[in-house]
C-alpha cells in the first residue's frame, strides 16, 4: 500500500517518478546474455570460451560505443558493427567481413525475440499510476525505446518519454532531467527517480535535487551511504516503500 501523500514519511509530497528503462525496467542484460549466446552458439570458436569474459567484453564495448553514438561519433549501424569488430578479434581474428556482418544479424534477429522485463517492473508501474505522474528517463534513440515500452505493456502507464535522442544530452548531464521536469509539471523536491546507472542516474538526479532510488541489482558497493536502495523491484510492497517514502 503506497504512503499517502500528507505522511509525515515523506519530505514533500510526492507528485511524480521517474525511471531509467533499460535494467530498471526492461532486462537488458539477461536479453543481450542470452542474444549474445544463441549468436554465438553455431560458432567454433564459442565452444571452448569462457562465456563471463566473452559478455563482460561485451558489456564493455556497449558502453565505449555508446558514449561515441549519443556524441554524435558514430551511426547506430556504425557503433554496432565496431562493437561486434571489438568483440571477436581477440576470439576470432580471422573472422571476414561477411562472417562479422552475419554475427552481427543474427544477433539483431535473437535479441528482440529474446526481450524480457525487468521483474517486479509492470506491477510497480501499475501501483505507481494511480497516484503519482511517471516518467520514463533513458540513453537511447526514440523510436527504440517507445517499441520496448509498447512490448512491455508499459505506453499507457507513462505519462512522458524523454530520450537523449530528443533532448540533445544524455544523463547525467542536468538539460536531460530539467526537461522531463517540464514535461511532466513537476519540481525537483516531489520528485524520485529510479534507476540502476549509478553515474547517469543517481549522481545525475542528485545534481538536480531529484531523490534517487538506486536499483542495484549487480550488488554492488553503494557508494553513498544516504541514498536509498533497493535491490530488486520485488516484493512489490518493499519497492513502493523506499520509492514513496524517505528511509
Not at 552481427?104 to 526481450?115: E, F, G, W
Request: net charge negative; charged share 25%; proline share 8%.
Amino acid at each position: 500500500m503506497l504512503p499517502k501523500p500528507e505522511s509525515p514519511l515523506l519530505l514533500t509530497p510526492l507528485t511524480t517518478v521517474l525511471f531509467d528503462l533499460d535494467d530498471t525496467l526492461f532486462d537488458h542484460i539477461a536479453t543481450a546474455r542470452a542474444s549474445l549466446r544463441a549468436s554465438a552458439a553455431p560458432l567454433p570458436f564459442f565452444q571452448t570460451v569462457e562465456f563471463e569474459p566473452f559478455y563482460q567484453l561485451y558489456s564493455e564495448l556497449l558502453e565505449e560505443y555508446h558514449v561515441l553514438l549519443m556524441a554524435g561519433r558514430y551511426t547506430y549501424e556504425e557503433a554496432r558493427r565496431l562493437r561486434f569488430e571489438g568483440l571477436l578479434a581477440p576470439y576470432w581474428p580471422n573472422a571476414t567481413a561477411a562472417e562479422i556482418d552475419d554475427f552481427v544479424r543474427a544477433n539483431q534477429t535473437h535479441y528482440p525475440l529474446m526481450r524480457q522485463p525487468v521483474a517486479g517492473a509492470l506491477a510497480l508501474l501499475q501501483a505507481l499510476k494511480p497516484h503519482y505522474r511517471i516518467g520514463i528517463v533513458t540513453n537511447n534513440r526514440t523510436a527504440e525505446q517507445e517499441e520496448k515500452l509498447a512490448f512491455l505493456g508499459m505506453t499507457d502507464l507513462v505519462d512522458a518519454l524523454i530520450t537523449s535522442e530528443d533532448v540533445g544530452v544524455p544523463k547525467p548531464d542536468r538539460r536531460i532531467f530539467e526537461v522531463a521536469m517540464q514535461r511532466l509539471g513537476a519540481r525537483p523536491e516531489e520528485t524520485v527517480l529510479v534507476g540502476d546507472n549509478w553515474r547517469a542516474d543517481v549522481l545525475g538526479a542528485l545534481a538536480v535535487g531529484i531523490r534517487p532510488v538506486w536499483l542495484n541489482r549487480l550488488g554492488a558497493v553503494r557508494p553513498l551511504p544516504h541514498v536509498a536502495e533497493i535491490m530488486s523491484l520485488e516484493p512489490l510492497e518493499d519497492a513502493l516503500r523506499v520509492i514513496a517514502s524517505v528511509e
